[in-house]
């Protein structure tokens, strides 16, 4: 059988690179954390000084390098709290393949010196795999590290969750109810048919397995079935090591062939990145049938110099471009031209089909927290995806252990190079209300308008480009996720997402809806008023988080004492009351209380029209605070009053548009044909 990783952690302790691997086997150990389910991560430790780690003589070192038995992961000194949840992972793997999954143990900490101290159950994905685990009963001793193998059969199609779970052992009189795991590593199984493809992420409504497939020491399942598991266990264990060391020697061949340039001289580029194949998208490596320049559009054509692709994706869509003309798109990668550093890799701004067309690349960092899985998340999607508020892509490369994507050009940036810590003048208000407006189409599109919704989840300033004529363009798809099927309201998923921006329903539930991205944008709706960053850790406690900080300002009638001062003055008060209003609504703690993203946009574009109106009558006199002075509130110099005050007579309008009803207090006596004008004009919604 083929075995492909899926996962490898080092429980409870920081990532490891390829170079700490033990064996020379250059495996990269990540941080757990990421995949822990809900807020119960137990606790992290390191070993005693007295304990250092000595290998079994059955256990070789390079089963795992010395660090990853060195940290661990226990559910927490308190019996009590211990009792009351599993402590659990979750990852998300291809439904309908085998997968091999290997525990690391190790007790590193006195006093777990003696068996019946710590005993706990494993449990892959709510079935038993082990009951009574004793690490110490297993392993000999304290420093001395032990694994163990299961083997799980996945039911389905598309992509599922899998479940991890440990939870003490109640049934044994241990002396401390908790449970230790220090590494955790999965594999993928090739099918009968030596395939290891798994379908298009679609939702699945069932994770399931074949809990006779979970074996464990105390198994009472048939006896051939279960030595046929292991015989084949082992064997395709050796047979995957082998494997594995034929590749890296042909690999560590190709790499130093790449490095070496025409003159014999090793290159400064040592980028390693994991081929993309692995995972469902061809090598480029591998399809080069020709020498031919790439057809704009297309990624095929005639004549010489870069190597044609057989792209998996529609060649109608996604251009394929090759290393060679993406170095001369960039001038060699020039430092020059770089427009940014993303959590992806860096920006470079290029010029493709002899000079023809301006566009933005965005190259791949191997030392990011982003990879693989965000690379082929934003070709599948952008490449899908057309809207005139969505950021276009071009076409990527995949070539030379390189990941690169490659844009339409933006020319004014990202929307936050225009509210602070710039020296681009600041935005009018009708200007910051376009883009909020051309920012909400673009997200209403990804959760309603695509074959099947789309959850951004990563909804920022950064994330929100302006073209030459400042058209807003939602970017960024890295992170982004389908929504969930008809017949559920969430997708369970390990949260993701921007400090600041964080749906706080979304981190403490894990479970992801669109609604998540409403709050995210409810937050750059303050962001664009405020015209300071989402947090600010110099400010008071208060004041630090722009949310919490302006939904306080908000319910104490003070949000004008907060907004940006260039802005004072400028905006019309019932335009300021609506915008407000709907942010405000954006932010509410449970995703059901918040509008759609749809609603969002009507009432951003009922704002703009109360804006309008206003500048054509002139009556922005009174409105929001005037003078250039910057608010000492907001620096926490001024104390709230307990009611907000009013020194304006106000009049109440209900208007019944398309069976949605509108109440609007408007001191001008607006009429509903001049609030809904834009509505009849075709340049409107």
Not at 56 to 72: G, M
Not at 343 to 357: A, C, P, S
Not at 455 to 468: A, G, P
Not at 578 to 601: F, H, M, N, W
Request: charged share 20%; hydrophobic share 35%; glycine share 8%.
């Amino acid at each position: 059988m083929a075995f492909q990783t899926m996962y490898r952690l080092n429980v409870g302790g920081q990532s490891l690179a390829r170079s700490q691997d033990s064996g020379n086997l250059y495996r990269s150990w990540d941080d757990d954390s990421n995949y822990i389910f809900g807020a119960a991560f137990g606790i992290t430790f390191s070993n005693d000084p007295n304990v250092t780690i000595e290998y079994p003589p059955n256990i070789p070192q390079y089963i795992a390098p010395v660090s990853v038995y060195e940290t661990a992961r226990s559910m927490g000194p308190d019996p009590h709290i211990n009792l009351q949840y599993n402590l659990t992972w979750i990852l998300s793997v291809d439904a309908g393949f085998y997968y091999l999954l290997r525990f690391h143990f190790c007790e590193i900490q006195y006093p777990m010196t003696k068996p019946n101290q710590r005993v706990f159950f494993i449990y892959i994905n709510n079935q038993t795999a082990q009951t009574q685990f004793d690490v110490i009963a297993y392993s000999g001793g304290i420093g001395k590290p032990v694994y163990r193998d299961y083997v799980v059969l996945t039911v389905g199609s598309g992509q599922m969750d899998m479940w991890v779970a440990l939870y003490p052992d109640l049934s044994t009189k241990t002396e401390y109810y908790d449970a230790i795991l220090n590494g955790l590593e999965v594999f993928k199984m090739s099918m009968v048919d030596n395939n290891l493809a798994g379908l298009n992420p679609v939702p699945i409504e069932q994770n399931t397995i074949d809990p006779t497939r979970a074996y464990g020491k105390n198994h009472k399942g048939s006896k051939g079935n279960l030595a046929a598991i292991i015989g084949g266990g082992v064997g395709a264990l050796v047979l995957s090591i082998i494997v594995c060391i034929f590749l890296f020697i042909i690999y560590k061949r190709q790499k130093i062939k790449d490095m070496v340039t025409e003159e014999g001289k090793i290159t400064e580029d040592t980028t390693i990145w994991t081929p993309l194949s692995l995972y469902g998208v061809s090598n480029s490596q591998s399809n080069i049938s020709s020498k031919t320049n790439s057809t704009p559009g297309t990624g095929t054509g005639t004549g010489s110099g870069t190597g044609s692709y057989n792209s998996s994706l529609p060649a109608n869509l996604c251009r394929y471009f090759s290393f060679n003309e993406i170095l001369a798109a960039t001038n060699g990668f020039n430092e020059a031209l770089v427009l940014g550093v993303g959590g992806f890799g860096k920006v470079y701004q290029g010029e493709i089909d002899n000079g023809l067309t301006k566009v933005a690349i965005k190259r791949g960092n191997p030392l990011s927290e982003q990879g693989v899985h965000e690379f082929q998340t934003e070709i599948e999607l952008l490449s899908k995806l057309r809207h005139r508020h969505l950021v276009s892509l071009i076409g990527y490369c995949e070539e030379k252990n390189e990941m690169i994507l490659v844009y339409d050009h933006m020319a004014h940036g990202t929307l936050r190079e225009h509210l602070y810590r710039t020296k681009n003048p600041p935005l009018a208000w009708k200007q910051r209300l376009e883009i909020c407006i051309g920012a909400a189409r673009g997200l209403h599109y990804l959760h309603t308008g695509a074959k099947h919704t789309v959850i951004h989840r990563d909804v920022k300033t950064t994330n929100i480009l302006l073209d030459e004529k400042w058209v807003a363009k939602v970017s960024d798809f890295g992170l982004s996720k389908t929504g969930p099927a008809l017949n559920n309201s969430h997708v369970s998923t390990v949260v993701k997402g921007s400090f600041g921006y964080l749906d706080p329903e979304y981190f403490r539930r894990q479970q992801l809806t669109e609604k998540s991205d409403v709050y995210s944008f409810g937050v750059v709706l303050f962001e664009v008023l405020c015209a300071r960053p989402v947090i600010i850790n110099s400010l008071p406690k208060e004041q630090a988080s722009l949310a919490e900080w302006a939904l306080f300002c908000q319910s104490k009638g003070v949000l004008e004492e907060i907004i940006d001062p260039y802005l004072r003055g400028k905006i019309a008060p019932q335009c300021l009351k609506k915008y407000a209003e709907t942010a405000e609504q954006c932010l509410a703690d449970q995703g059901i209380d918040r509008p759609s993203i749809g609603d969002v946009l009507w009432n951003l574009e009922f704002a703009l029209q109360l804006q309008l109106n206003a500048e054509e009558s002139d009556s922005l006199i009174g409105g929001t605070t005037s003078g250039d002075d910057i608010p000492a509130v907001i620096y926490g110099k001024k104390e709230m009053s307990d009611e907000p005050t009013s020194d304006s007579t106000t009049t109440t309008t209900t208007i019944s548009m398309g069976g949605r009803s509108i109440v609007s207090t408007d001191s001008d006596g607006l009429t509903p044909s001049a609030v809904f004008s834009q509505l009849m004009d075709p340049k409107g919604r």
